[in-house]
């Protein structure tokens, strides 16, 4: 289900907590692979950038600087589709990354083994005990509570009039399943947690943050931290606990966050400041002191009572503070660099597990550091000194070659102008060897219509090969 911002979210036993869980749900989607096209004329520099791909001779290298220009690219240009020709209008403004070079940035997926586990296990729980916490390690009273909601929905299900028999059957049916699963648990459940020493063989633990009950769930690429609300303990802002509301949750907070944290009237008992520090010190001891920020923000919380529709009637108060970071180089985070999840052409309905750009996402509240989201985690290994880069004019060149070349690739009879051109980031994927990519300087053209880019067309800053997005999936 789509979250807004705003909604609370819910929990695997039906409670609502602060999970943030957007990426996790959204589209995955990554281009991996280069097709590479060829470009006469060049001379110069040879720029080894670390990719499986053709290097080309550079000339008319350029910096940064030297390519920021306040002057767009306007021009009309006549393509031969296999519909006739179809003139196409430029009138695309030229956007830079706000940075003097570019660099080519190596990156390796982090493994979520045994070593990294305890790695966050320790620092998120400072040192204390944590508990295996999957369904075969819940104690007796979270089982029998576990089966008293799960036999709600079941009950719930079968006076239902909305669903059609027969689906309605199979759903009935496999919920008794699962609930005479979970009755099967019970004959080896324990009264109390098991202190978790073997890391090998579960993903889900928890511990006390004080006094909060906390879980944390390692999956591939990803790892979330977030308080396990225990029947009858109230977790959430002073303020909300003597209004004795029936749901309490942190509200959905997007990850590239914009405003400043450390607005008037947050209830939090520490500052701003402290959250800050005690957020880079969790950081550091994870090995990511060198992220860059994204954003931060106040924690905004949602008090409602069940049955209550009128959403303008529920309260809203803030405690804690939220913190986004991600991998990247003087300033620019790599995962906002390009949102293949903004271009039509690069996105498939069929796209499984494709890698994303990483980010790391903390809740600071005065329990400390509560909610964790790490999506894709990857270590740096290595950045190249500043890079030349072709200039303005050759990779205008390219794209049109591109355009009068390959017309039929691209909806020009639809979409017949282009409006947005920017060099940014864009991560190549390694054919040699998995799990690493480069972060190489790309120029992306495409027509922008409400925020979805038509017809993109990615070109290596670099070396001025077309990166093609049909032939990654």
Not at 295 to 306: H, Q, S
Request: a negative charge; aromatic letters at 10%; proline letters at 1%.
């Amino acid at each position: 289900m789509e979250h807004k911002k705003g909604e609370p979210h819910m929990d695997k036993r039906g409670n609502i907590f602060s999970r943030n869980m957007r990426l996790f749900a959204a589209i995955m989607t990554l281009i991996e692979a280069l097709v590479l096209t060829s470009f006469t004329g060049c001379a110069g520099k040879k720029v080894d950038y670390g990719v499986d791909t053709e290097v080309k001779e550079q000339k008319n290298a350029s910096k940064v600087s030297d390519l920021r220009t306040d002057k767009p690219w306007v021009e009309n240009i006549t393509v031969q589709t296999k519909k006739g020709d179809v003139t196409l209008g430029i009138d695309a403004k030229i956007l830079v990354p706000d940075c003097e070079t570019m660099h080519v940035v190596g990156v390796e997926d982090v493994k979520l083994d045994t070593e990294y586990k305890k790695r966050f296990l320790d620092a998120y729980f400072g040192g204390g005990e944590y508990y295996y916490h999957d369904l075969e390690h819940y104690t007796v009273d979270e089982l029998n509570s576990y089966i008293d909601l799960k036999s709600r929905e079941l009950n719930e299900m079968n006076s239902r009039d909305d669903v059609d028999d027969s689906t309605k059957q199979e759903l009935v049916q496999q919920m008794e399943q699962d609930l005479s699963g979970y009755r099967d648990l019970l004959t080896d459940a324990k009264i109390s947690y098991t202190i978790a020493s073997d890391l090998q063989s579960c993903d889900e633990y928890a511990g006390y943050k004080g006094d909060t009950f906390c879980e944390v769930t390692f999956k591939e690429h990803w790892v979330n931290a977030y308080v396990f609300k225990l029947d009858g303990k109230y977790y959430g802002p002073p303020s909300f606990k003597e209004e004795n509301y029936d749901n309490v949750s942190q509200t959905f907070q997007e990850d590239n966050l914009t405003d400043s944290a450390g607005a008037d009237g947050n209830e939090c008992t520490r500052s701003a400041a402290e959250s800050k520090k005690l957020v880079q010190d969790f950081m550091g001891k994870l090995g990511l002191s060198n992220q860059v920020e994204r954003g931060e923000c106040d924690c905004n919380w949602l008090g409602f009572n069940n049955g209550d529709e009128n959403w303008e009637s529920r309260s809203n108060t803030l405690w804690g503070y939220v913190y986004s970071y991600g991998t990247g180089i003087d300033g620019q985070v790599f995962k906002d660099s390009f949102d293949s999840s903004e271009c039509d052409s690069m996105l498939r309905e069929d796209t499984k597990d494709i890698t994303l750009g990483d980010s790391i996402q903390l809740t600071v509240t005065d329990n400390g550091i509560i909610d964790v989201v790490i999506e894709y985690p990857v270590s740096v290994t290595s950045i190249s000194g500043s890079v030349e880069m072709l200039s303005l004019k050759n990779i205008e060149q390219i794209i049109k070659e591109q355009l009068k070349n390959n017309a039929d690739k691209y909806e020009l009879e639809i979409n017949k102008s282009f409006n947005n051109m920017q060099l940014t980031y864009f991560r190549l994927k390694d054919k040699n060897e998995t799990a690493k990519y480069s972060y190489v300087p790309v120029w992306s053209f495409s027509r922008l219509v409400d925020s979805q880019k038509k017809n993109v067309i990615l070109v290596n800053a670099i070396d001025g090969t077309i990166i093609n997005s049909e032939d990654v999936f």
